[in-house]
């Protein structure tokens, strides 16, 4: 595998699509939220993946709650009415609702500073959908605005137990080109070098491939190619 590239899971590219999935911690949530209301270009980025993750939603087939379960909450609801008053002041209930009044209050104040600040609009960008055996969507890649790195985020877990998945770009007329190694749990971003980039376009491919722990030993993908998509201008 190639050495040239590098990869931040900490940025901020990759949050905002981390943020989108819901798979942040309550602490970094709110350190992220916190950034929001005073950097409108990762708004801009959470915008861009919210467009581009919302069809995920349309794949997930709805699951009927069993029967017993409404019975359960009946059953609870029961059980806490019984019970003897206590003063509103020792009340959980009253300390939690009082803590969602204040959320809310929190929440309209941070509404009121995004609405407040003008986002400038995002220029065009490159995105892909890698799909995998069957059609069904394996990963979400997108290209940064100013072309110098590439989020990819899985749609679906791949088993590879002691294997790794290697990311590929493949020009029109060249040989696959390594973008480095990927996450089949979460979000990666990728920083591209200056020859990568010179590639990139929207007649490209990008591929992921199974490799042995390390990647490719030979820089050209050695083991199954499991998704794959073209880049194309959103």
């Known amino acids: ?89 020792d009340s959980l209930p009253f300390w939690r609702w009082a803590a969602v009044g204040s959320a809310a209050v929190a929440a309209a104040s941070i509404a009121l500073v995004v609405i407040r600040t003008p986002v400038q609009p ?9 799909d995998v055996s069957g059609g069904q969507l394996g990963f979400v890649a997108a290209v940064d605005p100013g072309g110098t790195g590439l989020t990819i985020v899985p749609a679906s877990t791949a088993n590879v137990t002691q294997r790794v998945l290697e990311l590929w770009l493949v020009a029109p007329n060249d040989k696959p080109r390594s973008l480095g190694l990927i996450d089949a749990g979460r979000a990666i971003h990728i920083r591209l070098s200056p020859d990568t980039i010179r590639s990139i376009g929207a007649d490209a491919t990008l591929a992921v491939s199974v490799e042995p722990p390390g990647g490719s030993p030979t820089g050209q993908p050695t083991g199954p190619v499991i998704a794959n998509g073209k880049l194309t201008n959103l």
């Open 122 to 130: 995002s220029s065009q960008r490159l995105v892909a959908r890698l």
């Open 1 to 89: 595998m190639s050495d040239e590239h590098s990869i931040d899971p900490d940025d901020g590219v990759t949050g905002a699509a981390e943020y989108v999935l819901g798979v942040l911690s309550l602490q970094q949530r709110r350190a992220f939220e916190a950034r929001l209301i005073r950097e409108p270009a990762l708004r801009s980025e959470v915008e861009f993946w919210e467009r581009k993750l919302a069809p995920l939603a349309d794949e997930v087939r709805p699951v009927e709650p069993p029967a017993q379960a409404w019975r359960n909450i009946e059953a609870v609801v029961d059980q806490r009415t019984t019970r003897k008053p206590r003063a509103l002041w």
